[in-house]
């Protein structure tokens, strides 16, 4: 395939950049030239040092090279790269991460960031407000006009997903002993495992030999928990009640490390977010409002690497309105993002 006129352009004047967003379920590298265009993308398997060092560096590499391959330009040509990571949490952290960049000159310039934090670049135009990333995992981000930039990281409970489908197995164990009402999110578990009791359930998650395949079966029934609460069962609705108000307490406790006053987007992103009912979201603004009740909602409309990629294009000068249009008509397919 020939290149196209704006990659040769690219290879003339230098003006690429390089996005990364390194989650716990897959890695997608994005580059792009100045002006927007998406020249190239790659995709990468779960990318968090904590869970494996090895592992989380080569799904970078291997989701940039793709990028670069596909792209048909060189990586020295690259002005600025940031990757938006999971796991970067503490300094050292940082440093590893910009390392592995750095090591293969993947740009001029070169950032590191929280994942929630390019989350945030994403979700809010004028990159300021509150993040809250619930998919696989959970975090809070957010960002005042002056740059003030905080992230939750450990401070956070574990409120993702794998967190919500525990609680929804605990409350069908509950409702099975009889300590709590019945609940429909005990036809769902038993759908989801295709088991024939609850006892059955609990057994197979808990006997010696219950493999490691069992957190993932476990985090997918977040989906079926939000389709009983718009549903209206009383079990269901309460869990993701509870659940929704301390990521808003989380949401909270972000304002302020940041000094954000009275109104600002309370940006929401990620799968368990992006469920039909918006429940979780409702919730979660009524709690925020309580204490800062002129708070706007508002869902991010681009996936996480385009926050990687907006603060690479940052790194060059102002992003107008033109590069917004260009950069999202030439996305790669949904398909990239499905996990």
């Given amino acids: 395939m020939q290149p196209s006129p704006i990659q040769n352009s690219a290879k003339k004047t230098q003006n690429l950049v390089l996005g990364i967003d390194a989650g716990n379920t897959k890695t997608i590298a994005l580059i792009a030239h100045s002006s927007g265009q998406v020249l190239g993308?790659?995709?990468?398997?779960?990318a968090n040092i904590y869970v494996s060092k090895t592992g989380a560096l080569a799904a970078i590499d291997k989701a940039v090279l793709e990028a670069v391959s596909m792209a048909g330009v060189s990586a020295d040509l690259l002005r600025s790269s940031v990757l938006s990571a999971t796991g970067a949490d503490w300094p050292e952290d940082f440093v590893l991460l910009r390392a592995e960049l750095e090591k293969h000159a993947w740009g001029e310039r070169i950032q590191v960031v929280?994942?929630?934090?390019?989350?945030?670049?994403a979700g809010s135009p004028d990159f300021s407000g509150v993040m809250v990333v619930c998919g696989t995992s959970a975090g809070t981000a957010a960002r005042n006009s002056s740059g003030a930039v905080w992230h939750s990281s450990y401070w956070q409970e574990s409120e993702g997903a794998e967190q919500l489908g525990q609680k929804t197995l605990r409350a069908v164990y509950r409702a099975e002993l009889g300590i709590d009402p019945p609940t429909t999110l005990t036809h769902r578990v038993l759908t989801h495992f295709a088991a024939s009791s609850v006892?059955?359930?609990?057994?197979?998650?808990t006997h010696r030999n219950a493999g490691l395949n069992i957190g993932l079966q476990t985090g997918r029934l977040a989906r079926a928990l939000l389709d009983e609460a718009a549903l209206g069962d009383p079990t269901a609705l309460k869990i993701v009640g509870e659940h929704a108000s301390s990521l808003g307490d989380y949401a909270l406790a972000a304002a302020r490390r940041v000094g954000l006053e009275h109104t600002f987007p309370l940006v929401t992103a990620g799968g368990v977010m992006r469920h039909h009912s918006k429940l979780l979201q409702h919730h979660l603004l009524e709690r925020v409002r309580r204490d800062f009740p002129d708070v706007s909602l508002v869902e991010s409309r681009f996936e996480p690497v385009v926050g990687a990629v907006l603060l690479a294009l940052d790194a060059l000068g102002p992003v107008s309105s033109e590069v917004y249009s260009v950069l999202e008509g030439s996305l790669p397919p949904a398909a990239l993002f499905e996990t």
């Fill in 41 to 46: 993308w790659g995709r990468g398997g779960q």
């Fill in 114 to 121: 929280n994942d929630a934090v390019g989350a945030l670049r």
């Fill in 199 to 205: 006892e059955a359930v609990l057994h197979a998650q």
